[in-house]
């Protein structure tokens, strides 16, 4: 406290001289990486490791078919549906299973197992039975994200304090109202995190779904890219999803989580 009053006092802007250097440091690793790749591939043929000058230029042919908007667009379409089903039904299980002991002790063992099934898995069970379709990919995102919510509602759940459910019961209030005055506020922010994590779960888990069961999608551009051994387009379809992910965590996910749960770092300091 005291060294943000001497700061406040100097008239120095510690968050923006941070966030700069952050910036700067981040920009440096990628200029590194960058030229690094370039490096090596100079000594390799470009069909193994093309360099970023061949990358930029499929990504700019790819980029003019109209290729890369629509299949990304189809792509961020079946994760975003597959991660809202896996929130819907992950929320109210993972605070029902919470709330309820001996209910969650009983399904204890299963989340483990169902967080430990690979999605290549599931992506064979989806094929079986709904075949090369869009269906294909949001269950695999689904069986992959929900997990992952669950256990992390599940946590929230536990960690609220039972000496206000107590007092609440003593005063008699609904139960709708304990809800949503003390369950949820604690909730949410373990809810936030594993809503994160899945997303980005879910990202990963939709290339391999659409690589081994769609006809539209990056994964699938992806595979067609590999068999026809077009190794800078492989690099080209891969960095923009990288990209894209980076920017919505970065930009979207992580800003509105701080902005969100303020309230609990303020608490906590």
């Known amino acids: 406290m005291a060294e943000m009053i001497e700061q406040k006092a100097l008239g120095a802007p510690p968050r923006r001289t941070f966030r700069i250097g952050f910036l700067a440091e981040r920009l440096l690793l990628v200029a590194a990486l960058g030229f690094l790749w370039w490096l090596l591939s100079?000594?390799?043929?470009?069909?193994?490791?093309?360099g970023p000058a061949r990358v930029w230029s499929a990504l700019g042919v790819i980029a003019g078919h109209g290729d890369l908007w629509q299949n990304l667009g189809i792509t961020f379409w079946r994760v975003g549906l597959g991660f809202v089903f896996a929130a819907l039904l992950g929320l109210p299980?993972?605070?029902?299973?919470?709330?309820?002991?001996?209910?969650?002790?009983?399904?204890e063992p299963v989340l483990p197992v169902l967080n430990t099934?690979?999605?290549?898995?599931?992506?064979?069970?989806?094929i079986i039975w709904f075949g090369i379709s869009n269906a294909t990919t949001i269950f695999v995102v689904f069986m992959t994200a929900m997990p992952l919510i669950i256990t992390n509602v599940w946590q929230g759940t536990r960690a609220v304090n039972a000496d206000f459910i107590e007092l609440a019961r003593v005063l008699r209030m609904p139960d709708w109202k304990i809800m949503t005055k003390i369950y949820l506020p604690t909730i949410l922010p373990y809810f936030f995190s594993g809503a994160r994590l899945a997303f980005g779960f879910g990202w990963r888990v939709s290339l391999v779904a659409e690589t081994i069961g769609s006809s539209s999608g990056v994964g699938y551009r992806l595979r067609q890219a590999a068999d026809l051994v077009r190794t800078d387009q492989v690099f080209a379809w891969t960095l923009t999803l990288v990209l894209l992910m980076a920017a919505i965590e970065m930009g979207v996910l992580s800003p509105l989580e701080r902005h969100l749960f303020r309230w609990k770092k303020e608490a906590e300091a």
């Open 93 to 107: 299980l993972g605070i029902v299973l919470g709330a309820n002991r001996r209910l969650g002790e009983f399904f």
């Open 42 to 50: 100079l000594s390799a043929a470009p069909y193994v490791l093309p």
């Open 117 to 126: 099934v690979s999605s290549a898995i599931w992506a064979i069970f989806a």
